[in-house]
């Protein structure tokens, strides 16, 4: 049977994962330009962001896993191409969900640089390895901005259904 809203859960990951995806991106942008010297603040900023980097990348497999697996949420009420139109955007907000995370971290273990936790050392996955770094480096920014685009008409798509359509779209992810 389908369901006409989304469970608890999804609606309590899609918010907790909104929150914390807008200030990941806000840190990443804003501590590049922190200085390189040797106060340590730059390096410190850099594993604040890794470890919370990791949390999300450990939750979206979460949310993705329960998105295959919850009972099937019906479309909105419109028309099939606007339907098939929304669930791409969905489908590739989930993609992109998954890609940041995994760049930044495959960019990390590339680099060399021991990857912390929260504190705790991860087990050394690799060797440094230049063009590997640099191909995750690019992909993680390019994926990142993406992301960032693509929230930007997410969040315009649900301002025209809940203000303009009237769809009470909010109660479906609440
Ligand atoms: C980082 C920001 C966000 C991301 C990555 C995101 C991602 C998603 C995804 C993937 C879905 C599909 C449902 C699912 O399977 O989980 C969804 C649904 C939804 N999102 Fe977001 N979202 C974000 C922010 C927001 C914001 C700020 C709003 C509103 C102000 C919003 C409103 C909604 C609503 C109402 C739905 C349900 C659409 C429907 O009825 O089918 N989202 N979101
Ligand atoms: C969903 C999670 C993540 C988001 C949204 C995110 C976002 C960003 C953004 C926006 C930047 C700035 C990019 C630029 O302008 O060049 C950045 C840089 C960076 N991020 Fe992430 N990131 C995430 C996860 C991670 C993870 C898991 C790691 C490593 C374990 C990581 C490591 C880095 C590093 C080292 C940089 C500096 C630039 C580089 O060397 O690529 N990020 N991130």
Redesign the pocket.
């Known amino acids: 049977m389908q369901r006409i809203r989304?469970d608890r859960f999804?609606v309590t990951?899609?918010w907790l994962?909104?929150a914390l995806?807008?200030g990941q991106i806000a840190l990443g942008m804003w501590m590049l330009g922190l200085p390189k010297d040797s106060t340590g603040l730059r390096a410190s900023w850099f594993n604040v962001h890794k470890s919370w980097g990791m949390v999300l990348g450990l939750l979206i497999v979460l949310?993705l896993a329960w998105?295959l697996l919850r009972p099937r949420?019906a479309?909105?009420p419109q028309a099939r191409t606007m339907q098939q139109l929304?669930a791409a955007a969905?489908r590739l907000?989930?993609a992109l969900?998954f890609v940041v995370p995994l760049s930044g971290f495959l960019g990390s273990v590339f680099s060399g640089y021991p990857i912390r936790f929260f504190g705790i050392v991860l087990p050394k996955l690799g060797q440094r390895w230049e063009a590997g770094k640099e191909l995750m480096s690019a992909l993680h920014q390019g994926s990142a901005v993406a992301?960032l685009l693509l929230?930007a008409l997410?969040?315009a798509a649900?301002v025209y259904h809940q203000f303009v359509l009237k769809h009470a779209?909010?109660q479906?992810?609440r």
């Open positions: 989304y999804s990951l899609h994962m909104a995806l807008l949310r998105a949420v479309a909105l929304a969905h907000l989930y969900m992301l929230i997410h969040v649900f779209l909010i479906r992810m």
